[in-house]
Antibody, heavy 119, light 110 residues
Framework: EVQLVESGGDLVQPGGSLRLSCAASGFTFSIYWMHWVRQAPGKGLEWVSLINSLASATSYADSVKGRFTISRDNTKNTLYLQMNNLRAEDTAVYYC????????????WGQGTLVTVSS | QSVLTQPPSVSAAPGQKVTISCSGSGSSTGINYISWYQHLPGTAPKLLIYDNNKRPSGIPDRISGSRSGTSATLGIIGLQTGDEADYYCAIWDNNLSAWVFGGGTKLTVL
């Protein structure tokens, strides 16, 4: 059974940093592209970042570019999101998601972890 | 840049049918595949439709997807109270090198 379990969400002050983790199991993590998607309170889903299977390519939403860094450790089956210079508008539930083998959808998602940026 | 526009809300009675539209603008929306997701806040979103009209294993055939040009439609027949959720369409934007979600549609089963 495919499982994605996020962790690391917390309350952090504006300008602070946080690292999220997503532990994957039940599939061959190293061959799949992975993503982070977030949902701010009362808002819709917003794509944040992707990383390819070998960690040789990444992409970011304009809203987080230069502040967030996605990475992965295929030996630990874990996806990460390093978030720096956090802003109040980064407050959201952050989900990790697996990109389908065909590359046209997100076929599995985690339950999410809450990041709150507030003083 | 792709923009996907969905109605904020739709509603229908149990047992009835509902459709949710996803209207796209931008060069990618006429080329790339649309996918649809069901989401109850605080839970993991679920893939309902991929490649415009394909259902993953385990998704019942009362849920369907269609595509016409730059627009897509999610259809649900035989509505159940358990279908109450938020529904999102999504597409990969070639120019942005980014995924784009529609704004989401809240389905209420009256």
């Amino acid at each position: 059974e495919v499982q994605l379990v996020e962790s690391g969400g917390d309350l952090v002050q504006p300008g602070g940093s946080l690292r999220l983790s997503c532990a994957a199991s039940g599939f061959t993590f190293s061959i799949y592209w992975m993503h982070w998607v977030r949902q701010a309170p009362g808002k819709g889903l917003e794509w944040v970042s992707l990383i390819n299977s070998l960690a040789s390519a990444t992409s970011y939403a304009d809203s987080v570019k230069g502040r967030f860094t996605i990475s992965r450790d295929n030996t630990k089956n874990t996806l990460y999101l390093q978030m720096n210079n956090l802003r109040a508008e980064d407050t959201a539930v952050y989900y990790c998601a697996r990109e389908s083998a065909g590359g046209t959808s997100f076929d599995y998602w985690g339950q999410g972890t809450l990041v709150t940026v507030s003083s | 840049q792709s923009v996907l526009t969905q109605p904020p809300s739709v509603s229908a009675a149990p047992g009835q049918k509902v459709t949710i539209s996803c209207s796209g603008s931008g060069s990618s929306t006429g080329i790339n595949y649309i996918s649809w997701y069901q989401h109850l806040p605080g839970t993991a979103p679920k893939l309902l439709i991929y490649d415009n009209n394909k259902r993953p294993s385990g998704i019942p055939d009362r849920i369907s997807g269609s595509r016409s040009g730059t627009s897509a439609t999610l259809g649900i027949i035989g509505l159940q109270t358990g279908d109450e959720a938020d529904y999102y369409c999504a597409i990969w934007d070639n120019n942005l090198s980014a995924w784009v979600f529609g704004g989401g549609t809240k389905l209420t089963v009256l």
